[in-house]
Every structure is written in structure tokens, then in C-alpha cells.
């Protein structure tokens, strides 16, 4: 069974032609997750799937980058024809659905499309083969990190964050970790990872791939990765709209 993980935006902190900002589709056995859901990745999501196909979505935090394409899905499911048959569980921090009917001005407009989790700190979340663990982190609002385990494979999401233990506990010893790296360098109390910060927690972490994503105006991502890579020392990538990575187990130490 696969476990893929296929970038649908990587910009921050807006969208570029060609280039939407946080959106990841995370696919494992039966499930199809949307993790983040950044200007422009519900256009992506659709190259790979019908929204009906969706067995849950996943939102890191309420910051615009990462969650206002819940809206552009509302219109293709409510009025568009992309009928989904249940409403789709959407695990969010807990003011979403708040948030959302202030935006439309009524009450649960997002009955019948949505069905609304709060995320709990620390919570697993059962996707049907994959179990995604929330992770509070350093992002000074309610923010979470996640990491999805299947089939003793592991894919670690820093979501946005500063360094902070939460997200060397995260990352442990992952298969691949998705990580920011939205600073050049910190001003004041940390709220992004730099490239340096993105490499030192692979490395402090033991990870085996590190793909770097979301980087910000003041760098850019060939740069970040390139210097994520001097730190960790291992294999470095830089995430990339429409590829799909594999998310493998590593292979079983030889026993004597
Ligand atoms: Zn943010």
C-alpha cells in the first residue's frame, strides 16, 4: 500500500502563478487527506482528486495562508456540482467555525459540505489506515504540527512554528519531515523556523528525508533548501508542487 505525500502549494505568504501557498495532499491505503488548504490549492487539489474522495482535511492554523481555500471548496461543493455525498470531517483549531460564519454572515453555512473537529493537543486522529497526532506548537496563535504514521512509515509537518521541543518530538525519527523555513533570521520571540533551524531539527530529530517548503519573501527556496542541507547533513529536497513523494519505511537495520 503507498503512502504519498504530493505538494499542492508550497508559497507563503501568497500565492504565485503557478505556485499556491500551503496545501499538501497526504494519500495513504484508502484515505486522501488534505492537509492545509492555502490560496490556491483547492485549483491543485482537483488535478489529483474529486472533493468527494476527500476522507478528511487537516488545517495547521488559522492564518490566511493556510486555510482560505476551505471557502473556494464551499462554492465548488455547495453550488459548483462537486457534490461530495456526506460532508467531508474537517479537523481545525476551534475557532474555524466561528470564523467562517462571521465571513458568510449566517450561522453554519458549511452544513452539509464540512462536518467540524476541534484538533486536541497531543489527539490522534484515526484517517482510516493512517493515524495523524497533533502536535501544539510555537506559532503565537493556536497552531499545530502533525505527524502521520501508516503502516510504520512516518511523515512529520512542522506546520508553522519556531523551534520548540514539541516539534523535535514530532519530527523523531520520521521518514520524511515536511518542514518550514519561512526566516532569514529570527527578530524577537520565534514564530518561523530558518533554514538553519529547519536543518538542526532534522538532524537533532534523526530524520531520513528533509523536504523544505513555505519559504518566505526574504529568501528564496532553492536558498533555504541549500542551507537546510548544510546543517542536517542528510538528504535534502526542496518540496515541489505536482511531485509525489513516497513516504518509506525505512529498511530494517541487517541483524548479526
Ligand atoms: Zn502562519
Redesign the pocket.
Known amino acids: 500500500m503507498t503512502f504519498t505525500l504530493t505538494p499542492l502549494g508550497t508559497a507563503a505568504p501568497h500565492p504565485q502563478p503557478g505556485r499556491p501557498c500551503s496545501g499538501y495532499l497526504v494519500e495513504a491505503g484508502a484515505a486522501k487527506v488534505w492537509v492545509d488548504a492555502g490560496p490556491g490549492t483547492f485549483a491543485e487539489l482537483q488535478r489529483h482528486v474529486h472533493p468527494g474522495e476527500l476522507t478528511a482535511i487537516w488545517i495547521s492554523?488559522l492564518?490566511s495562508?493556510?486555510w482560505t481555500d476551505l471557502i473556494a471548496a464551499e462554492a465548488g461543493i455547495a453550488d459548483g456540482g462537486l457534490k461530495v455525498e456526506r460532508p467531508i470531517p474537517v479537523h481545525v483549531p476551534a475557532a474555524a467555525p466561528h470564523r467562517l460564519a462571521g465571513f458568510y454572515g449566517m450561522p453554519d453555512p458549511l452544513d452539509g459540505v464540512f462536518a467540524f473537529h476541534s484538533i486536541e493537543d497531543g489527539a490522534d486522529i484515526d484517517l482510516g489506515g493512517p493515524v495523524l497526532t497533533s502536535s501544539a506548537v510555537a506559532?503565537g496563535i493556536e497552531?499545530y504540527g502533525a505527524r502521520i504514521t501508516y503502516e510504520g512509515a512516518v511523515l512529520a509537518y512542522t506546520g508553522?512554528s519556531g523551534p520548540c521541543p514539541q516539534l523535535t518530538e514530532l519530527a523523531w525519527d520520521a521518514d520524511v519531515l515536511l518542514a518550514e523555513a519561512y526566516v532569514d533570521r529570527h527578530e524577537g520571540e520565534p514564530v518561523h523556523l530558518t533554514p538553519e533551524d529547519a536543518g538542526a531539527l532534522a538532524r537533532e530529530a534523526a530524520v531520513r528525508t528533509l523536504l523544505i517548503t513555505h519559504v518566505g519573501p526574504g529568501l528564496t527556496p532553492d536558498e533555504a533548501t541549500a542551507r537546510a542541507a548544510r546543517v542536517f547533513g542528510g538528504h535534502t529536497l526542496r518540496a515541489r508542487e505536482t511531485v509525489a513523494y513516497e513516504i518509506a519505511k525505512r529498511q530494517a537495520e541487517p541483524t548479526s
Open positions: 492554523h492564518h495562508d493556510h506559532h497552531a508553522d
